[in-house]
């Protein structure tokens, strides 16, 4: 099986430990504190560019997507992600919330589709640690928006381990080889903030 499909059978399985994570008890907040912050970060930068659309590579259950539309100017928002599962899980949720007729769902394979709905901001939280191809989605995130939010996972001993609590693929990255990505699809203007040695980065890149 492809690392690709390996990846969409582990994200088609409930993973209730990822919704979990999105709960704002203490032991979450210890456990998942890079989580948390890359949220954070994705939003602010989202209300510092006054982005009014939102585009979510790899929404996953679409916590995220759902405070863009709740905490910032964003008016509608779009999450693309190949599990049907996150899917079903994102518009229950959405559908909940009472925000589902601002948001458009697709189901599609981020490394396979050739471009992306146009969007003020693209993120991709927790996605690169998946995907094979990063500086292909990275192009494509960057002609569908001006600003892009993504959150990267290093090579270190937690992220070593974590592959063995997976049952695919993880892509590990330093800044050097992101920021080689970023200079070869022609993007100079990137931010790099870090979410603790053991864990990994944000970038926060912008087209102008
Ligand atoms: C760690 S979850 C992150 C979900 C969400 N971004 C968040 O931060 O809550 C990773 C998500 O990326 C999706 N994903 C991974 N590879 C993908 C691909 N090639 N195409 C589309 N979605 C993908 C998975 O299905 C999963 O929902």
Redesign the pocket.
């Known amino acids: 099986m492809s690392s ?1 499909n390996l ?2 059978k582990y ?1 088609s399985s409930p993973n209730k430990w ?1 919704l979990d994570a999105y709960n704002d008890t203490l032991l979450q907040k210890i456990i998942h504190g890079p989580l948390k912050l890359r949220v954070e970060l994705a939003l602010a930068a989202t209300k510092l560019c006054s982005a009014k659309t939102f585009l ?1 590579l ?4 679409s ?2 997507l759902y405070r863009s539309l709740k905490e910032t100017d964003v008016t509608s928002a779009i999450g ?4 049907p599962r ?1 899917l079903e899980e994102s518009k229950q949720f959405l559908s909940k919330k009472n925000v589902l007729d601002k948001v458009q769902l697709i189901n ?4 396979a589709t050739p471009e992306y709905p146009k969007a003020d901001i693209a993120i991709g ?3 690169f ?3 094979s191809d990063p500086e292909l989605v990275l192009k494509k995130a960057h002609l569908s928006s001006n600003y892009v939010v993504a959150s990267w996972v290093r090579p270190s001993i937690r992220n070593y381990l974590r592959r063995f609590r997976y049952s695919c693929e993880l892509y590990t990255h330093t800044e050097k080889e992101v920021s080689q990505f970023f200079n070869n699809i022609g993007i100079s203007s990137v931010s790099f903030i870090e979410c603790g040695p053991m864990c990994g980065f944000i970038s926060i890149s912008s087209k102008n």
Do not use: T
């Open positions: 690709n990846s969409l994200w990822f979510d790899g929404c996953g259950p916590r995220v693309l992600d190949f599990s996150m599609c394979d981020l490394i939280l927790g996605l640690d998946y995907i």
